[in-house]
């Protein structure tokens, strides 16, 4: 019996387990359940939200038959260029300035797209066009790429004004579905036919086919269908820019081509195909360089060329007018020729001085310093004809006035004595192949001297230099030496030579960026674009952009207006770069033209770039100074400087020695020595030297300056006379202390006399020892001279006055030691 109560106990411990195990189980799979539904729950509201944010502001298809299904079978205006007041049209962007037709995909109307274009078109561009929804999931993480037809409705007419990203690449594909299921996969096609890129602006088929072949598009054959697919492919490599790549690409297309997208002996046939290309067009854009600035500066720029759109630019139409007029007519002069018919100069343009005919070119950009605007630009002409693209050009001078900038910005000035004279370790030479010796850096700037340049370039360092211009926007690769910074193989812009210049014009304020654009709208007058305020910043300060107005400054332009002529180091290549306060003006030009006719042609544009414009300048602003010196050392005026000139200066860099330059001698006429006070007066005059340091004195004697003699006049005393004469101390004695002085000073009719003494061998100015004596001396003591804070050559004189007001003197030479 005592076996029995265990059992039981055994088998209820057993049964109590099996009960705690089984509510353990279900109470996990109870918290397993929730937790599943828990996070179903979250993830369906988290796709919601994700797809709610996603397609927020989502672009609606509806808006598609407005822009591509036009009732009167022509598509919107193709997109044009207006200058700044929106009078005058400036470009189309388009080969016809007319709608675009719409060619229908049904081949029952009288004209439709070709089979053939359609079948080539899918092979190339969306080959599972029937067996995917709209859209493929290739690329979606390369926003650039659209794999399907419909996406690249969407992309382009729907989501052109997003940025691309990972969020546009989905909306691109869910609007790519919706698009396909409410409009059909015919429709699409059709859309995309008539709306695809051609190149040259031409878009949709029909467009590209009349420009091409001069056709319309139900005409094609296959080879010119495969050539027009093909160049929707790849728009720049079309019949007019590309013929030979164009037709390659055509011939590998038809290689390429799927069975159901052509028959074989159609193919074969189509290869021996013999392309007859429209002859191209001639532009009649009126400022195609401008053109291409401002378009370059778009937004969106694939969906506004599409059409549709008014472009307001910054162009003056009158001013791009003129400079135009002035380039064509400098250059029809240069080489020889009549003025030209087409236009009429209201400027005037200086005449030419007497030379050979010259086949140049030319360039101008003029804008506005304030706020960036491009109010003119004129791309590189040559022979009446305009270049649409603004090239680069060597600085060569032009980057001077930055070089000097930098030495005003660490203590020179423009009136610091800099020297052009040839460099030992250089091999450059002046454009004149003449040296002007010691200048002002002024003079030197403005002169185009190298030399100078080249010294304060180094004395400022090459690192200096290119960091003063980095925030002009000059930036700078080839930069081993003086020469290659100028003349290498850096090339720059009118337009950015015109913005860097246009710093000093706004006072040291550079507009961060140049535009050509104010506004695009659509022809809706919906606002697409609009131009903000410009960005500015302070490159350099008030004070230091004043300096280089100052010496920029030309008064000879009619207005306060500066101009710095520029040139290559070759002299084939010439710049006349200038400003008012409210224009900066870069004028380019080659072929050797001479400085007459780059200046006359710069001061034609600033004639015209001015009109209207109230003339305004530059107030010296705190912190410059303008004091008198002496030119060209840039130092306080002594007696024998000899010229005089108002200088600008920072404050606290003003000069505080006297010039050192020139200095005065005393000079016997006859024999060209230095005079002593034994010289006889009448053959003294005063001679001014320049004196110059030893670096350069090679330079001096291949000059033939004039140098001072080294050598004094007869030191040989006159003879002593009776009652006139200094016994003690004797010619060139030496003597310190307290000296007694003996001789005689008496005559018939004496008065009284004196001593005094002079520095040097002849001295400009007398000290008097002690007091006139009344008393005539013979061979006693005159008088005592103290020479305890002397030390050097003296003369000792003494004067003697009668009473009929006769004077006579004798002087000796000493020297005073310690």
Not at 32 to 46: E, P
Not at 176 to 189: N, S
Not at 568 to 585: F, H, Q
Request: charged fraction near 15%.
């Amino acid at each position: 019996m005592s076996t029995l109560p265990i059992l039981q106990r055994r088998r209820e411990r057993r049964l109590q387990h099996a009960r705690s195990s089984g509510q353990r189980l279900t109470r996990t799979g109870l918290g397993c359940g929730l937790l599943f539904s828990s996070l179903l729950g979250l993830g369906i509201v988290a796709f919601a939200l994700g797809y709610a944010s996603l397609t927020a502001d989502l672009p609606s298809v509806e808006s598609l038959p407005t822009l591509l299904d036009p009732p009167n079978g022509l598509l919107y205006q193709p997109t044009r260029l207006y200058d700044q007041t929106g009078e005058h049209v400036l470009a189309v962007l388009s080969p016809f300035d007319e709608p675009r037709s719409y060619v229908p995909l049904d081949s029952s109307a009288p004209e439709h797209l070709p089979d053939s274009l359609v079948r080539i078109t899918l092979a190339l561009a969306d080959p599972d066009f029937y067996n995917h929804s709209g859209y493929d999931w290739r690329g979606w993480n390369e926003p650039e790429i659209h794999p399907t037809l419909a996406q690249k409705l969407a992309a382009d007419l729907l989501l052109w004004q997003e940025p691309p990203s990972l969020r546009r690449a989905l909306r691109e594909r869910i609007l790519a579905a919706q698009i396909t299921t409410r409009f059909g996969r015919e429709k699409i096609l059709e859309w995309h036919l008539n709306t695809a890129d051609y190149g040259r602006h031409a878009y949709g088929a029909d467009a590209a086919a009349r420009l091409y072949f001069d056709k319309p598009v139900h005409t094609l054959n296959l080879a010119e269908a495969t050539l027009l697919a093909s160049v929707s492919q790849s728009p720049a490599i079309n019949p007019l820019d590309a013929p030979q790549a164009a037709i390659q690409r055509a011939h590998e297309t038809l290689d390429t081509l799927p069975a159901w997208a052509a028959a074989s002996q159609d193919v074969e046939s189509a290869r021996q195909q013999v392309f007859t290309f429209a002859p191209a067009t001639p532009e009649t854009n009126f400022a195609p360089a401008f053109t291409t600035l401002a378009l370059s500066q778009l937004e969106h720029r694939a969906r506004i060329e599409r059409g549709g759109m008014e472009i307001l630019t910054s162009l003056d139409y009158t001013l791009q007018q003129q400079t135009r007029c002035a380039l064509q007519t400098q250059l029809a002069r240069l080489a020889g020729d009549d003025d030209p018919l087409d236009c009429i100069l209201s400027v005037e343009l200086a005449p030419l001085p007497p030379g050979e005919p010259l086949d140049g070119a030319a360039s101008a950009v003029v804008l506005n310093p304030l706020d960036g605007r491009v109010l003119a630009l004129v791309g590189e002409m040559h022979q009446e004809t305009e270049s649409a693209i603004l090239t680069g050009h060597r600085p060569g001078t032009g980057l001077l006035p930055f070089i000097y900038l930098t030495g005003f910005s660490r203590g020179l000035s423009p009136a610091s004595l800099v020297w052009d004279v040839p460099q030992a370790d250089s091999s450059l030479s002046n454009l004149d192949d003449i040296y002007h010796g010691p200048v002002r850096a002024r003079v030197a700037l403005t002169g185009d001297y190298l030399a100078p340049a080249q010294s304060v370039l180094e004395q400022m360092g090459l690192a200096a230099v290119l960091q003063t211009m980095s925030p002009f926007g000059l930036q700078l690769s080839d930069t081993g030496n003086f020469a290659a910074l100028l003349d290498g193989q850096n090339l720059v812009s009118p337009l950015a030579m015109a913005r860097a210049y246009g710093v000093f014009a706004a006072n040291g304020v550079l507009v961060e960026q140049t535009s050509a654009l104010l506004s695009v709208r659509s022809i809706e007058e919906v606002m697409v674009w609009e131009k903000l305020p410009s960005q500015v910043s302070a490159v350099v300060s008030p004070q230091l952009s004043y300096l280089v107005n100052h010496v920029l400054a030309n008064d000879s332009l009619g207005r306060p207006a500066t101009l710095k002529l520029a040139r290559s180091l070759d002299g084939a290549e010439a710049w006349a770069l200038g400003y008012t306060p409210t224009r900066s003006i870069a004028l380019w030009m080659d072929g050797g033209a001479n400085p007459r006719a780059v200046s006359g042609l710069f001061s034609a544009i600033l004639q015209a770039a001015s009109q209207g414009e109230t003339p305004g300048r530059w107030e010296r602003p705190p912190g410059v100074s303008l004091i008198q010196v002496c030119d060209p050392s840039g130092l306080l005026p002594t007696q024998a400087c000899p010229n005089l000139v108002s200088e600008v200066f920072l404050s606290g860099y003003e000069p505080v020695q006297a010039d050192t330059l020139y200095k005065a001698y005393a000079i016997n006429r006859e024999t060209g020595l230095l005079a002593t006070v034994f010289t006889p007066p009448e053959l003294v005059e005063e001679r001014i030297f320049m004196l110059v340091p030893p670096e350069v004195q090679l330079w001096a004697a291949a000059s033939g300056l004039a140098v001072p003699p080294t050598t004094y006049d007869s030191l040989q005393a006159p003879p002593a006379r009776e009652g006139l004469e200094i016994t003690s101390p004797a010619t060139f004695a030496q003597i310190s202390g307290q000296v007694t002085i003996r001789g005689s000073a008496a005559g018939e009719g004496f008065a009284y006399y004196r001593l005094q003494y002079g520095q040097g061998l002849s001295p400009t100015t007398w000290v008097l020892i002690g007091e006139n004596a009344t008393s005539p001396i013979t061979d006693g003591i005159l008088g005592v001279w103290d020479t305890v804070d002397l030390q050097g050559l003296y003369a000792l004189q003494l004067v003697l006055i009668y009473e009929d007001g006769r004077i006579e003197s004798t002087t000796v030479q000493v020297e005073v030691t310690e």
